[in-house]
């Protein structure tokens, strides 16, 4: 099945917006097996929309469209469409009443008139049920079976009704014979792009018949593993297959699949392990901390830490000592080790990460350039530390850091 | 001037990656009055580039493409549109010599020969320098005036080319009669945006005939001006006006215009009254930290802080008394006093920031339900404090709640 997308909004074509929509109907839809052949955004206005739809129509014969199902005067999906398909709006009385309950129950007060348009559907239109917002979603078929479905625009309601409405129309039309396109992602730090394909250039038959992408970013590099045109089973099993023969190579550097974030992948085995985390951070500020505490439940591993920015909260509170500082500079393996082994001390933790750095863009010398870093960890009174230059600007630089801060605790924790 | 768009690539297709090019071509183009009339993404095949751009170049004449312009076999755009324009792929001597010898003299090695199809280009084709990356972009254009730009698909290399050599073509197109649609955006928070609506009603004559947007997102409201079909002095000038009578009712909460950061205009602040920040951050975790450091040259007034987000930490590092603690909890009032002015005293900071609150999901009561978050401020000594409600989920709340403490913070620096 090809369909394809059109998302509608001037918000969308004057860049106020940034297209999140489109991305996510592709990835879910992909996961059906079901290729968008080309993605169209329009503003909003009945021409354009109707232009744009009746070409993709004329295309694929499957549409869907995100925006313009709100109630004010500027959203015209609905008549456009219902034009195109030579249908009437007619108003819906059922959504109607529901619509005026709503109100009534949650908002306390009676539905704005403006509201009502909500409740005009195209004639012979089936409506798909909108969990998170009042405007319903609408599926459009001709006789020929040349369909439309139209989303919200708004991510939450959008993606709530893919998942809880449209999606099991577009499962019952693949039927069981659906040929799915599925991906897995192997996430690793730490470790080089062109290094992994070294190594997965010394594994005997590669990873099988599926295609293989290395996704660099600045968690580390993503490597992504897609099979197309397969059954459903087929694809879980040479994803499977695959991802085994990957990790037979870079088991150490994968921290997780798919979504998976280091920071919780590390809160988790200290969890298991019934350790707590503490923090030093320098040129980071607190971005670990924040990393960290950004988990829900977080609280029973994470006590907290120290943000050093100034050399003199690095003495104070940490108890790195001034001749330290002055002779290495506060860039530095040992003061890296003492701010760990300092915080460690101050707030009573298992495993505490320090780290210390030039983030840039200025501040650098030709011994210490920009991105230059020390990290260490004191893990229960046993320090260890390691200097790395990261790439990229400021903002890269400190997050690249936290992630390597919180690799050292992962691979020490699995040791 | 009307221009299409048409983003090239299966990455976009597939939703692995989120269009950001599209959003900042159009946010870019707007303010130079050229309208981007409809936007398309179509896949990395020769078949679906050339149709795209064909239809595209059909309806307006004008066409940008982003992506496509690498050295992979997959980057498809330049002779799939050479095609179109019935032109020859040659070789470019110039750019091939330049290439080598940006290999050599940056990466110390011979350039590798799958980088030579980026020195071949449509003949006639104008280069349009690339200062960030090694592919130029192409400028190709008939004999009737129609004209297709082709732009790299990295967002920096992107943005750096339309900037540097594309906009200025584009201007010289326009011509000095070019209507522009030009915008300029107060920035405000702590302040809803339906009391701003009320506060914007009382203005006699508005805001005059400029259009306004209420953009409410996780840093405030922010208040879009826009003018459209307009001479570019004109719409400064109209601009200019209903900014300052907007900024009548609400100056107060206006922290910045455009793409102003709050940290950013508290360090300024703070930097211009010769003041030192320290931060105590209980549920953010060090996000405050986080942001005001990721501010270049923040150190000149950041110190540190502590992240007390455990109890034991607010008592030992920042001096709560344990009795407190028990008797009103970690949310309060005192503790968010105690937690500032703690940390004023272990670091020595004229103006100390803390924030203690319930994140969620988990934590909430009746009394204390999510959301709920107390933020003190010890300035010079003396200290106050508010609580807060905010909505959201807990990446809100917390983002949310260092932007309120940066605001507690903005305005007692006014007074």
Redo the contacts between chains.
């Keep these: 099945m090809k369909i394809e997308v059109v998302t509608i909004g001037d918000e969308?074509?004057?860049?106020?917006?940034?297209?999140?929509n489109?991305?996510?109907?592709?990835?879910?839809l992909?996961a059906e097996g079901v290729a968008?052949?080309?993605?169209?955004?329009?503003?909003d206005t009945a021409e354009?929309i109707a232009t744009?739809v009746r070409e993709a129509l004329d295309r694929t014969g499957a549409v869907i469209t995100t925006g313009g199902l709100g109630p004010t005067s500027d959203d015209l999906t609905k008549p456009s469409i219902a034009a195109l398909f030579g249908r009437e709006m007619v108003l819906d009385e059922e959504h109607l009443a529901w619509m005026q309950e709503r109100w009534r129950t949650r908002f306390q007060r009676p539905m704005p008139e403006s509201n009502r348009q909500q409740a005009m559907l195209p004639s012979g239109a089936r409506k798909l049920a909108n969990n998170h917002g009042s405007a319903p979603g609408i599926w459009l078929e001709d006789d020929r079976g040349r369909w439309v479905a139209m989303l919200p625009g708004v991510p939450r309601e959008m993606r709530g009704m893919l998942a809880d409405t449209l999606l099991p129309l577009v499962r019952e039309r693949l039927g069981d014979g659906g040929r799915v396109?599925r991906s897995r992602t192997l996430r690793t730090t730490g470790i080089g792009e062109s290094h992994i394909a070294d190594l997965v250039a010394t594994i005997d038959g590669g990873v099988g018949d599926v295609g293989l992408a290395y996704?660099p970013n600045a968690d580390g590099t993503d490597l992504?593993l897609t099979v197309r045109d397969a059954t459903s089973d087929d694809a879980d099993a040479r994803l499977a297959n695959a991802a085994a023969r990957l990790r037979t190579v870079v088991a150490d550097a994968v921290y997780g699949e798919d979504a998976a974030d280091l920071a919780e992948v590390v809160l988790e085995l200290s969890r298991s392990l019934g350790l707590s985390i503490g923090?030093a951070?320098s040129?980071?500020?607190?971005?670990?901390?924040?990393r960290?505490?950004?988990i829900?439940?977080?609280?029973d591993v994470?006590?907290?830490?120290?943000?050093?920015?100034?050399d003199?909260?690095k003495r104070?509170?940490l108890g790195v000592p001034e001749a330290m500082l002055r002779e290495h500079g506060a860039v530095s393996d040992p003061v890296a080790r003492a701010m760990a082994a300092g915080v460690k001390t101050?707030?009573?933790v298992d495993a505490a990460l320090a780290i210390t750095g030039v983030a840039?863009?200025?501040g650098g010398t030709e011994e210490k350039p920009v991105g230059t870093v020390w990290i260490a960890l004191d893990f229960c009174g046993e320090v260890q530390s390691r200097r790395y230059v990261m790439v990229g600007d400021?903002?890269e630089v400190?997050h690249r850091s936290a992630q390597a801060a919180l690799e050292m605790l992962r691979r020490r924790l699995l040791t």
Tied chains: 1, 2.
């Design positions: 969308l074509l004057l860049g106020y917006t940034i297209d999140t489109a991305a996510h109907l592709a990835r879910t992909a968008i052949e080309r993605r169209t955004t329009c503003g354009s744009a396109v996704l992504r923090v951070e040129c980071t500020g607190g971005m670990l901390g924040a960290l505490t950004a829900p439940g977080s609280s994470v006590r907290g830490g120290v943000i050093a920015y100034d003199a909260v104070s509170l101050a707030i009573g840039g863009p200025g400021r903002a400190r």
